[in-house]
């Protein structure tokens, strides 16, 4: 079946702009998270949404950023007032959501964003 | 504090050889384990988890992992590596209980020789 999605693969702003991120994933997932992973650096948690809620936001870098996830599928991570620090790579993940912390991540491709 | 360490950030093997690449970690208890491999383009791909149990565990594509709790260690192994291997490993822990976020080394790059 169908994995984990996002879109835009790449994206490409300029300092100060606003982006939106998509990310689709499987069917049925309750579990949705987003990971930032930089240059050099294994992914680093920023949100964890169950259902529509965010259940763990601990990780968001600053109010910058904000995650959503309307229906519980289709989530949106937003970065209001872009910084050269905030290019990375962006994934997103989803799970089961029915074992709790033994459910499996599945990761999609990711999002590389470039901020100039 | 959480961490992961992943003590080797580039490996260089031949095809056929054998392969470790280490991973130790800092957690208040024993935490889940994983592995996971990133090609160019792809998306993470899970190798393989531990819970509990058995302390070897087999993954896919040939893996398997050692869980040492006297050395907070989950050292990934594969007795004969294949050019195909060549990625990115990132080791990965989750805690047992509240929080399902994941706390990811910072990766070993491995180079295969034909």
């Known amino acids: 079946g169908a994995g984990v999605s996002q879109t835009p693969s790449n994206k490409v702003t300029e300092k100060g702009k606003y982006v939106e991120l998509r990310c689709d994933p499987i069917s049925g997932h309750t579990a949705l998270y987003w990971y930032r992973q930089s240059l050099g650096q294994g992914p680093e948690f920023l949100i964890y949404f169950q259902g529509t809620g965010a259940a763990d936001d601990s990780g968001l870098p600053n109010d910058r950023f904000f995650a959503v996830r309307p229906e519980g599928s289709v989530s949106t991570l937003k970065i209001q007032r872009t910084e050269r620090g905030d290019s990375a790579v962006y994934l997103c993940a989803s799970s089961p959501g029915t074992s709790g912390t033994t459910d499996t991540q599945y990761f999609g491709p990711g999002t590389r964003l470039t901020v100039l | 504090a959480q961490s992961v360490t992943q003590p080797d950030i580039h490996i260089t093997v031949s095809e056929g050889a054998s392969l470790e690449l280490r991973c130790n970690y800092s957690?208040?208890?024993?935490?889940?384990l994983f592995w996971y491999v990133q090609s160019p383009g792809q998306g993470l791909q899970l190798l393989l988890k531990?819970?509990?149990?058995?302390?070897l565990v087999q993954g896919i594509k040939g893996f398997e992992a050692e869980f040492k709790r006297s050395q907070s260690s989950f050292n990934l192994r594969k007795p004969s590596v294949h050019w195909s291997d060549a990625a990115e490993y990132f080791c990965?822990?989750?805690?047992?209980?509240?929080?399902?976020?994941?706390?990811f080394g910072t990766g070993t790059r491995l180079k295969v020789l034909a």
């Open positions: 531990y819970f509990s149990g058995d302390t």
């Open positions: 990965a822990v989750g805690a047992p209980w509240g929080t399902y976020k994941y706390i």
């Open positions: 957690y208040g208890a024993t935490p889940y």
